[in-house]
């Protein structure tokens, strides 16, 4: 038995007051709950966590790494329409019928100012859906969220696939964006909270893959329907989405409650047997003092910063912290994504035939795929500051170099280049800042705040991408600025300003526990020392 003096008395009372916990969660609250847990208990689980391999992860987590991959699925969606929308404008069919007849190009174009509105629309509605996860998650937990945005999505494709004006087509983007909004931050803080710490960086950043497994599905179903001449041609691939429905309402019904929300409102014993249900038998002896390092995790953030509101991401420590994961997180639309990404429409302007523009759209999201998957591999080794500065200043160089390229335009190997610039670019992205933009939010953020953290850093994307997306239509259409390869100057600049903050700003946070960052950043520690920084995470300061 202990002596007293080791002995952390974490009760309910202790995290959060009785009145309170009475008010949030009236009916599922055990009176008198009390745990007491030693240092030894929370050393312990904390040892444990840092001796797992990720091999050794994988087996001993079992449901814990499917529930995360099965969840995080939903984001395919997002990147299906991501590829769908901005590879449309250049879809014969599609731009035939919202489009108008432009005779310098003998050929039907979207106007830059429905470009915009259709391409902004899903991000406007995605922040709703982001914002309002955040109170749902803080209220119910991830569960009934996930239910909301199945809901949402099984309804809102409709309006996609049966709109005939372009009107009810950016309607239909804003609603869509809604249930976007909610699956994207759902997939990294669930697959953060549900998962050992060796495994959390994979699991996070499988988030990317799934966004990319969509933009490679979208860009095959394009290029199956590219020589079909009816409305069929564009409604067929906005009508698979469906498809994912009954999956999404089969995981809805069975996912397991996040251990953390569980802690967060006091219900200890449901979080233990939610660990257990994670776990393989030889690793079920390790529950208890996980959800009691847990407990200690959540009552050291609480005293440090009381408010779990969107405003409390903004005070003392969390401000460092909620910057970083926007930044993080912006830096995917800073890199000249939506030039990137928006590629079928640039080959087109460069004046590839459709044929091959889907065809090099079709490879473009391949390699995309296989980067990311390799990127897993990558993350072994590198951290996640050299990924994002490495893979940031690579690809400013490639922009610029594209731009340069542009001012030639009499040379038809040009163009060429430019294009196979573009392919390199996506696989610099999906190695290096494309899986860290995922990871950092989770990772970066304290527990307490972790929703809403990753919910701000999505908004903030999102936020970015609404504004790329209504000047790169500008930049890249004929009607309009006609800036064609030279937009890869505009975006150069975007991307070389993000390394320079990351160089100042960014830490790493490989290989670091919940409760060694609460205190790397309580610390205030420069950005360049968190790598070599040896925290004592069983030593707390009087207050």
Not at 69 to 88: A, K, R
Not at 110 to 126: L, N, P
Not at 194 to 220: D, E, W
Not at 434 to 453: D, Q
């Amino acid at each position: 038995m202990a002596d007293k003096s080791s002995v952390i008395s974490l009760n309910q009372e202790a995290i959060l007051p009785t009145a309170f916990v009475a008010e949030t969660n009236p009916t599922v609250l055990a009176p008198n709950v009390t745990w007491e847990v030693t240092n030894g208990e929370v050393q312990g689980a904390n040892t444990h966590e840092h001796s797992l391999t990720a091999r050794q992860a994988l087996l001993s987590y079992p449901w814990a790494v499917f529930w995360s991959l099965v969840i995080s699925m939903s984001i395919v969606m997002e990147g299906y329409d991501t590829i769908l929308i901005g590879s449309l404008y250049a879809y014969p069919t599609y731009a035939h019928r919202f489009g108008k007849y432009d005779a310098a190009t003998d050929t039907w174009q979207v106007e830059a100012k429905w470009q915009s509105a259709t391409g902004t629309g899903s991000q406007a509605g995605a922040i709703v859906g982001a914002l309002l996860n955040g109170f749902i998650i803080h209220r119910f937990g991830y569960r009934p969220a996930f239910m909301v945005g199945v809901a949402l999505m099984t309804v809102f494709i409709f309006v996609s696939v049966f709109g005939l004006s372009v009107e009810l087509q950016a309607v239909g983007q804003i609603l869509c964006g809604i249930p976007w909004g909610i699956f994207a931050t759902i997939g990294p803080a669930y697959a953060s909270e549900l998962c050992p710490l060796p495994l959390r960086a994979y699991l996070t950043a499988y988030t990317n893959t799934c966004f990319a497994t969509g933009q490679l599905i979208g860009a095959g179903i394009l290029k199956s329907f590219i020589n079909r001449d009816d409305d069929w041609a564009w409604r067929i691939p906005l009508a698979l989405q469906w498809l994912w429905i009954p999956l999404l309402i089969v995981s809805a019904a069975w996912m397991p409650e996040s251990p953390w929300h569980l802690v967060r409102n006091g219900r200890y014993a449901e979080a233990e047997k939610i660990v257990l249900g994670l776990m393989t038998e030889q690793e079920k002896p390790q529950a208890r003092s996980l959800v009691a390092l847990t407990i200690h995790t959540n009552d050291i953030e609480r005293r440090i910063a009381d408010g779990t509101s969107y405003w409390d991401c903004f005070k003392g420590i969390d401000l460092r912290r909620t910057e970083i994961a926007c930044v993080s997180f912006i830096g995917q639309v800073t890199c000249g994504a939506q030039f990137a990404y928006s590629a079928t429409y640039f080959f087109q302007q460069a004046g590839l035939d459709s044929e091959t523009t889907y065809t090099l759209n079709l490879g473009g999201t391949g390699i995309a795929f296989c980067g990311t998957i390799a990127s897993w591999f990558l993350m072994k080794h590198a951290g996640r500051r050299t990924l994002f500065l490495t893979g940031m200043s690579i690809m400013s160089l490639w922009l610029f170099i594209i731009g340069c390229l542009a001012i030639n335009t009499h040379n038809p190997v040009v163009k060429w280049m430019q294009s196979t610039l573009c392919l390199v670019w996506l696989l610099t992205y999906s190695l290096t800042v494309g899986p860290v933009g995922w990871i950092m939010p989770a990772e970066v953020s304290s527990t307490r705040l972790r929703s809403k953290t990753v919910v701000l850093a999505r908004v903030s994307y999102y936020i970015a991408q609404i504004i790329a997306n209504i000047i790169q239509p500008y930049m890249m259409n004929p009607q309009a600025w006609n800036w064609k390869g030279k937009t890869g100057f505009f975006w150069f600049v975007s991307a070389f300003l993000t390394v320079v903050w990351a160089f100042f700003r960014q830490p790493e946070t490989k290989g670091r526990s919940n409760r060694e960052l609460d205190l790397m950043f309580e610390a205030k520690l420069p950005t360049r020392k968190f790598k070599e920084y040896q925290a004592d995470t069983y030593v707390e300061k009087k207050r």
